[in-house]
């Protein structure tokens, strides 16, 4: 995974609760083995109509994608991650994420930025206003700041995935260096526990 | 004494290869892997990318069954990207030394309704799998979640995954469920409750008498729609039920073992005194038989009741979701459900494809004809089930009513395969999921029982049984 320290940038308002997977890539895009070419199938059925935020001249070129409550809920498709960040967004703020989309925004490097409501409904306001209002994200400080409408706020990750961000650490990799803790754990499972011959 | 714990986190606690310190996760043993073809082969990539083997190729089993037609299985897929996507699937289950069950093979079938049927699923374990169902193991009394596909490498390299401790939340429905409610309403009643966030962080246990009554595929079918309401997962304590059911399974424990593990499995309920983070109690005569009306799980509503308009709702967010709901679902508020008509029927998924849901829904089927135009699929969720059908002659009376009985799969549940909706089309589904074109691009998903699902396959609009002549 790419280390991410700042993202900077102007956003897309998605203004909508319960944006689903499902949404985010329909299943038609899930038959596809490989791991990239998904930016065509973001939102593929929503973009077919003009009108839709990301057909708005205004926003293209922006990294930031900000959603309603419950963002990402529904399907556990890893896709619909990989679909917003290689469609060009760098972070998603939401006032709350579904669990299996942020944790597979941690292990992407897209970075899942939790604000309050209130928060959240200000910046859709701000960015409706302006799209080209420039908002930056700090994984470091875990701050959202927009100067130009005196916004500043903080947001959480826990100290173990703000590392994994700022040092773009392969989770894998980390875990397999307790090898002989997990060798150990195994002496210790119930023997009736299915295994296969 | 130590602390009284509730049910989830003494699972965990035996999970623990090493707790997370100062922040970190924890991590966490996974005894069980599942896995399908949709959402493993970028993570066999990423192992032989890295040069890493599988760990435990047999705590491992696979399945293919999103992309799998219902018709002609034993001809090749049509589809290329889905024949594909499951020959990828034998390459690398085969080059990994994993168990695979494939399309036309008994065992082959929906990935949750394979695991309990094999009895790979038990008490007390750790299950995980790349689909957001998998929340039906927790039936068993066991942690089930689902995760995405880099979460599937880390557990093919690894059998752990690096976790936060969730919360934990109580659902408890007491009393007597009023006649015709079954398991399917009882959780869509709940999810209409919690809202599909309420769940969010947490593992639900499901606690209660109206659960302890249940059988085991109606437990599955609670635990399977947790994450409809945003829970990482759902349990209910193991019992007798549940040690029944296990017994007798190809990976089931035997003897003195099995004895030994009934033993051990009844030491996993919550103790007294316990304190869940959040609770929710509810009467189980307040729940109905339920039809969802919009286009997430939460917009339930009592099938005698009418669609509801955004001025019901309080809550603005809610209130501008139903507005969105009704646009795309092209409904007047103030309409009566059982005034609203139905183009297709699907009866399956991993929610409702066990025999107890093919059995209700031929019970309603049997001697009664589908509406003149229904389009009906019935589809078991395994080959097994399909041969314990065929066994009690249920596809005879499904065929005789009208309805097309199908082989095994997901089906209609998303897709993937060629049972598709059309645009605009309206059917009533016994899956999990109402979301916008979930079942076909542009198609209207209305989640119901199988029996709802039956009778209004017979009367053309929503139906009870007791509705049909
Ligand atoms: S039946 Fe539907 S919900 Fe269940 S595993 Fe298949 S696609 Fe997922």
Redesign the interface.
């Given at each position: 995974m790419k280390a991410v320290r700042i993202v900077q940038g102007t956003a897309v308002p998605l203004d909508r609760t319960d944006v689903d997977t499902d949404q985010i890539i329909p299943s038609d895009w899930l038959k596809r083995v490989e791991r990239t070419g998904f930016e065509k199938g973001l939102f593929s059925e929503w973009r077919d109509d003009r009108d839709f935020v990301l057909n708005q001249e205004q926003y293209s070129g922006a990294n930031i994608l900000i959603g309603g409550l419950n963002f990402g809920t529904g399907s556990s498709r890893e896709h619909a991650v990989w679909a917003i960040q290689q469609y060009g967004f760098d972070a998603v703020i939401s006032p709350r994420f579904a669990d299996i989309f942020r944790n597979n925004c941690t292990k992407n490097g897209l970075v899942p930025v939790t604000v309050s409501d209130e928060v959240n409904e200000q910046l859709i306001r701000a960015v409706e206003a302006d799209p080209t209002l420039e908002i930056t994200i700090d994984v470091e400080r875990l701050t959202v700041e927009a100067p130009a409408v005196g916004l500043e706020t903080t947001f959480p990750l826990s100290e173990a995935i703000q590392e994994r961000f700022l040092k773009g650490l392969d989770d894998i990799g980390l875990t397999l260096r307790l090898a002989t803790d997990i060798d150990e754990y195994e002496t210790t499972r119930k023997p009736w526990m299915p295994a296969q011959a | 004494m130590s602390q009284p714990r509730t049910l989830s986190q003494k699972i965990w606690d035996r999970h623990l290869?090493?707790p997370?310190v100062?922040?970190?996760?924890d991590?966490l043993?996974i005894?069980?892997h599942l896995i399908h073809e949709?959402?493993s082969?970028?993570a066999f990539?990423g192992l032989r990318m890295?040069g890493?083997p599988v760990?435990r190729?047999?705590?491992?089993?696979a399945t293919e069954d999103?992309?799998t037609p219902t018709e002609d299985q034993d001809k090749p897929i049509a589809?290329e990207?889905?024949a594909?996507?499951i020959e990828?699937l034998r390459v690398n289950t085969q080059e990994f030394g994993?168990?695979h069950y494939p399309m036309g093979h008994e065992n082959n079938g929906i990935v949750h309704v394979m695991g309990p049927e094999q009895?790979?699923t038990?008490p007390?374990?750790t299950i995980v799998c790349?689909?957001?169902h998998t929340a039906t193991h927790g039936a068993f009394g066991s942690i089930a979640f689902?995760?995405?596909?880099?979460?599937v490498?880390?557990v093919l390299?690894?059998?752990?995954l690096?976790q936060?401790r969730p919360g934990t939340m109580a659902i408890t429905v007491n009393g007597e469920l009023q006649a015709g409610v079954t398991p399917k309403d009882v959780i869509l009643h709940v999810i209409g409750v919690i809202g599909?966030?309420g769940g969010?962080?947490k593992i639900v246990e499901y606690r209660g008498n109206v659960f302890e009554n249940m059988s085991m595929e109606g437990r599955m079918t609670v635990c399977n729609m947790s994450?409809e309401g945003?829970a990482?997962a759902g349990l209910i304590a193991p019992d007798e039920t549940t040690f029944e059911y296990v017994a007798g399974r190809p990976?089931?424990?035997v003897g003195a073992?099995?004895e030994?593990?009934i033993e051990?499995w009844k030491t996993l309920a919550t103790d007294e005194g316990a304190v869940f983070d959040e609770e929710v109690i509810i009467d189980a005569a307040d729940i109905a038989p339920q039809v969802s009306w919009g286009t997430?799980p939460a917009q339930v509503m009592p099938i005698d009741g009418v669609i509801p308009g955004p001025d019901d709702f309080d809550d603005p967010?809610l209130a501008?979701?139903a507005a969105?709901a009704l646009d795309y679902m092209d409904f007047e508020a103030g309409t009566p459900i059982k005034d609203i008509k139905v183009d297709t029927v699907f009866i399956g998924s991993c929610t409702n494809s066990r025999i107890e849901d093919l059995r209700a829904a031929a019970a309603v089927a049997k001697g009664r004809k589908v509406a003149d135009g229904m389009r009906t699929l019935v589809v078991p969720g395994s080959g097994l089930v399909k041969q314990q059908a065929e066994a009690e002659g249920l596809p005879e009376i499904f065929r005789e009513a009208g309805f097309d009985w199908r082989e095994p799969g997901c089906s209609m549940c998303?897709?993937?395969n060629p049972d598709k909706l059309q645009p605009g089309e309206r059917c009533a589904s016994t899956s999990n999921?109402n979301?916008?074109?979930?079942q076909g691009?542009g198609g209207r998903t209305h989640l119901v029982s199988p029996a709802i699902a039956t009778a209004t396959a017979i009367a053309g609009h929503f139906a009870s049984p007791e509705d049909l002549a």
């Amino acid at each position: 995974m790419k280390a991410v320290r700042i993202v900077q940038g102007t956003a897309v308002p998605l203004d909508r609760t319960d944006v689903d997977t499902d949404q985010i890539i329909p299943s038609d895009w899930l038959k596809r083995v490989e791991r990239t070419g998904f930016e065509k199938g973001l939102f593929s059925e929503w973009r077919d109509d003009r009108d839709f935020v990301l057909n708005q001249e205004q926003y293209s070129g922006a990294n930031i994608l900000i959603g309603g409550l419950n963002f990402g809920t529904g399907s556990s498709r890893e896709h619909a991650v990989w679909a917003i960040q290689q469609y060009g967004f760098d972070a998603v703020i939401s006032p709350r994420f579904a669990d299996i989309f942020r944790n597979n925004c941690t292990k992407n490097g897209l970075v899942p930025v939790t604000v309050s409501d209130e928060v959240n409904e200000q910046l859709i306001r701000a960015v409706e206003a302006d799209p080209t209002l420039e908002i930056t994200i700090d994984v470091e400080r875990l701050t959202v700041e927009a100067p130009a409408v005196g916004l500043e706020t903080t947001f959480p990750l826990s100290e173990a995935i703000q590392e994994r961000f700022l040092k773009g650490l392969d989770d894998i990799g980390l875990t397999l260096r307790l090898a002989t803790d997990i060798d150990e754990y195994e002496t210790t499972r119930k023997p009736w526990m299915p295994a296969q011959a | 004494m130590s602390q009284p714990r509730t049910l989830s986190q003494k699972i965990w606690d035996r999970h623990l290869v090493t707790p997370g310190v100062g922040g970190a996760p924890d991590l966490l043993y996974i005894d069980l892997h599942l896995i399908h073809e949709v959402t493993s082969p970028q993570a066999f990539d990423g192992l032989r990318m890295n040069g890493r083997p599988v760990r435990r190729p047999d705590l491992t089993v696979a399945t293919e069954d999103h992309n799998t037609p219902t018709e002609d299985q034993d001809k090749p897929i049509a589809d290329e990207i889905s024949a594909t996507q499951i020959e990828t699937l034998r390459v690398n289950t085969q080059e990994f030394g994993i168990v695979h069950y494939p399309m036309g093979h008994e065992n082959n079938g929906i990935v949750h309704v394979m695991g309990p049927e094999q009895g790979l699923t038990q008490p007390g374990m750790t299950i995980v799998c790349g689909d957001s169902h998998t929340a039906t193991h927790g039936a068993f009394g066991s942690i089930a979640f689902g995760i995405g596909t880099s979460e599937v490498e880390h557990v093919l390299a690894t059998q752990t995954l690096p976790q936060a401790r969730p919360g934990t939340m109580a659902i408890t429905v007491n009393g007597e469920l009023q006649a015709g409610v079954t398991p399917k309403d009882v959780i869509l009643h709940v999810i209409g409750v919690i809202g599909t966030g309420g769940g969010i962080g947490k593992i639900v246990e499901y606690r209660g008498n109206v659960f302890e009554n249940m059988s085991m595929e109606g437990r599955m079918t609670v635990c399977n729609m947790s994450i409809e309401g945003g829970a990482k997962a759902g349990l209910i304590a193991p019992d007798e039920t549940t040690f029944e059911y296990v017994a007798g399974r190809p990976n089931s424990p035997v003897g003195a073992e099995l004895e030994a593990a009934i033993e051990d499995w009844k030491t996993l309920a919550t103790d007294e005194g316990a304190v869940f983070d959040e609770e929710v109690i509810i009467d189980a005569a307040d729940i109905a038989p339920q039809v969802s009306w919009g286009t997430n799980p939460a917009q339930v509503m009592p099938i005698d009741g009418v669609i509801p308009g955004p001025d019901d709702f309080d809550d603005p967010n809610l209130a501008n979701t139903a507005a969105r709901a009704l646009d795309y679902m092209d409904f007047e508020a103030g309409t009566p459900i059982k005034d609203i008509k139905v183009d297709t029927v699907f009866i399956g998924s991993c929610t409702n494809s066990r025999i107890e849901d093919l059995r209700a829904a031929a019970a309603v089927a049997k001697g009664r004809k589908v509406a003149d135009g229904m389009r009906t699929l019935v589809v078991p969720g395994s080959g097994l089930v399909k041969q314990q059908a065929e066994a009690e002659g249920l596809p005879e009376i499904f065929r005789e009513a009208g309805f097309d009985w199908r082989e095994p799969g997901c089906s209609m549940c998303l897709a993937m395969n060629p049972d598709k909706l059309q645009p605009g089309e309206r059917c009533a589904s016994t899956s999990n999921r109402n979301f916008e074109g979930r079942q076909g691009r542009g198609g209207r998903t209305h989640l119901v029982s199988p029996a709802i699902a039956t009778a209004t396959a017979i009367a053309g609009h929503f139906a009870s049984p007791e509705d049909l002549a």
